[in-house]
């Protein structure tokens, strides 16, 4: 869903999806977005499967985006949406996703075939020039989970932990301090989950989500606004990360070779120190 602000009416600048996308930014120029089709290709993303029923995790691939968009649309629209909305929600969320492939942390979690659960995170790289709306200034961001979503199929059966466990490893990796994320108050899963896994609340934010990114339209043409409580979750970098070796990652342009450029380059200091 498009979250707009409760006091604000200016529609958001770009399509975000389901209760927790709560970003409005100002858009960069579009040379410091992904690679343009002058940029030499991306090797193939690095792969790891994960215990949770042969799980694979992977960087999300074009080819992806339909049934992402569905996973997220079926997980987070409201039960009360009618198909129109649905629709929408789904279209503007394929769309949102298009258009930050390759610039924001995006992977899937797939088993036999088929992407059971997905996760998007925004890298400091990333949030560079832009703002997250419902954000204190007062609390330190750096890289932040916009979405977690998992298949009906495959929920409590590990795919969300070894998807966040995945992030979490880049995101420590890559030398960050702290993880951030907001969730519905009222979803408990994804709270337990959230704490479970180490996350605390350190804030609350009102917010209000319409099934289109452009919040006057909904609120005039479609209806469906919906006024929700988010709470503001973060996770400080353990000990033990920053004591880790290298990751054996392959050297690339895609978004994981980019942020463990950066550990690369502090380890190798290290050891010339």
Known sequence: WAIASISSVTPL???FEK???NVAFTRPPPSSHASTASSPP???APRRCDAAGAVEVREMAEKDIPAVAALLTDAFAAPG???LQRAIVRA???AGLAERRGASLLLVAEREGAVVGSVEAFTPDFLSGKQLRFWSASLPLESYVSALATAPSARRSGVGRTLMSRVEAIVW???ESVLSLQVDELNG???QLYRGLGYEVVGRERASTTPS???LVSKLLLGGVRERTLLVLQKPRPPAAAEAAEPEVPRGRGVVGRLLSGVRRRLKALKQN
């Open 189 to 191: 899963a994804a709270l």
């Open 92 to 94: 503007e969320t394929a």
């Open 42 to 44: 991306r090797p193939p």
């Open 19 to 21: 209760t927790y996308s």
């Open 213 to 215: 990114r452009y919040g």
């Open 13 to 15: 600048t770009g399509p």
């Open 81 to 83: 949406y009618s198909a």
């Open 173 to 175: 990796e890559a030398g």
